[in-house]
């Protein structure tokens, strides 16, 4: 049997360009892209990733985690007539094939490619996973350099960001955030909320936009545009703000929340235990969660 190894590659994406994480047919996906990649690089047939957390069309990455097993050999052979170590020499191969696939826009970044420690997986052995949610709300924040990650609501007024910070504490823990996900047949929709809160920064790049953090130790889907629907109801007045926690109580999907778009929200992190415990971990998220659903749709 061909001995094969595992590599952990970290990888930042544009979403706009892209019908989601997941590969479809006649459809442009981050999968599809980054696995044709591979295979052009390593002159496989094939090369099959599993990511830590699935997004859907329009949702960005800057901290997204996948590995691919690839046959020893193959991934020795990655630097050709150079002198780079094969890890580096892939990495560097993946980002040119990728940009001339694009056109030269880049829209997907291979930031590195690493040896995977023994028991890693990188969607079972997480952690906890971080999103950023990031809205406009006032035509002087609406910068369209920046339009592809942040979305621009188009009511008028601006949000009450203390009264969504205050709902969005209400939530945190773990529970079952049925009332938030779209469930799948098989799979559990309990999950712990780790953080999740809303500010408006005063500097940096995010200065005046109303900005959400959100972790968990996984998500369900289309648990945080949810998340981020039921705030907005709060912050633009319509609800108050124990209604999120009450619909969380409730423990049943409901039509009250609108999902928000997926243009604002942003997977910046992906977390994983110490070394020795990456086995462990992902025995553990298989045995209990059955088939998680990692990203946040």
């Given at each position: 049997?061909?001995k094969?190894?595992?590599?952990?590659?970290?990888?930042?994406y544009?979403g706009?360009?892209?019908a989601?994480w997941?590969?479809?047919?006649g459809l442009r996906?981050v999968?599809?892209?980054?696995?044709a990649a591979l295979a052009?690089?390593l002159?496989?047939?094939?090369?099959?990733l599993?990511?830590?957390?699935r997004?859907?069309?329009?949702?960005?990455?800057?901290?997204?985690?996948a590995?691919?097993?690839?046959p020893v050999e193959t991934?020795a052979?990655?630097?050709?007539?150079s002198d780079r170590?094969?890890l580096?020499?892939l990495?560097?191969?993946?980002?040119?094939?990728?940009?001339r696939a694009?056109?030269g826009?880049?829209d997907?970044?291979?930031a590195?490619?690493?040896a995977?420690?023994?028991g890693?997986?990188?969607?079972?052995?997480?952690?906890w996973?971080?999103?950023t949610y990031r809205?406009s709300d006032?035509?002087?924040?609406?910068?369209?350099l920046?339009g592809d990650?942040t979305w621009?609501?188009?009511?008028?007024?601006e949000?009450d960001?203390?009264?969504?910070?205050?709902?969005?504490r209400?939530?945190?823990?773990e529970?079952?955030?049925l009332?938030?996900?779209?469930p799948r047949e098989?799979a559990t929709?309990?999950?712990?909320?780790?953080?999740?809160g809303?500010?408006r920064?005063?500097?940096?790049a995010?200065?005046?936009?109303v900005v959400?953090?959100?972790?968990a130790?996984?998500?369900?889907?289309?648990?945080?545009?949810?998340?981020?629907?039921?705030?907005?109801?709060?912050?633009?007045?319509r609800r108050?703000?124990?209604w999120?926690?009450q619909?969380l109580a409730?423990?049943?999907?409901t039509?009250?929340?609108?999902v928000?778009?997926a243009?604002g929200?942003?997977?910046e992190e992906?977390?994983?235990?110490a070394?020795?415990?990456l086995?462990e971990?992902a025995?553990q998220?298989r045995?209990?969660?059955g088939?998680?659903w990692?990203g946040?749709?």
């Amino acid at each position: 049997m061909e001995k094969t190894a595992r590599v952990m590659l970290r990888i930042a994406y544009n979403g706009a360009g892209f019908a989601g994480w997941a590969t479809q047919p006649g459809l442009r996906t981050v999968q599809g892209e980054l696995e044709a990649a591979l295979a052009t690089v390593l002159r496989l047939d094939s090369a099959r990733l599993t990511v830590a957390g699935r997004t859907d069309a329009g949702v960005h990455a800057r901290g997204q985690v996948a590995h691919v097993d690839v046959p020893v050999e193959t991934l020795a052979a990655a630097p050709g007539r150079s002198d780079r170590p094969p890890l580096v020499a892939l990495r560097h191969r993946l980002n040119a094939v990728l940009q001339r696939a694009s056109g030269g826009q880049a829209d997907v970044v291979v930031a590195d490619v690493a040896a995977a420690p023994p028991g890693f997986d990188a969607r079972f052995s997480a952690s906890w996973r971080r999103y950023t949610y990031r809205i406009s709300d006032h035509d002087s924040t609406r910068d369209p350099l920046r339009g592809d990650v942040t979305w621009v609501r188009a009511r008028s007024g601006e949000l009450d960001v203390a009264a969504m910070d205050a709902a969005a504490r209400l939530l945190l823990g773990e529970h079952d955030f049925l009332a938030y996900c779209k469930p799948r047949e098989g799979a559990t929709t309990i999950r712990t909320l780790l953080d999740f809160g809303w500010q408006r920064p005063t500097e940096g790049a995010d200065a005046g936009l109303v900005v959400a953090g959100v972790r968990a130790d996984a998500f369900c889907h289309s648990m945080v545009r949810s998340l981020v629907g039921a705030s907005l109801a709060v912050g633009e007045g319509r609800r108050p703000i124990e209604w999120p926690a009450q619909l969380l109580a409730d423990a049943q999907r409901t039509s009250h929340i609108t999902v928000a778009p997926a243009q604002g929200l942003t997977l910046e992190e992906v977390a994983y235990p110490a070394d020795h415990l990456l086995a462990e971990r992902a025995e553990q998220a298989r045995a209990t969660r059955g088939e998680v659903w990692g990203g946040a749709r």
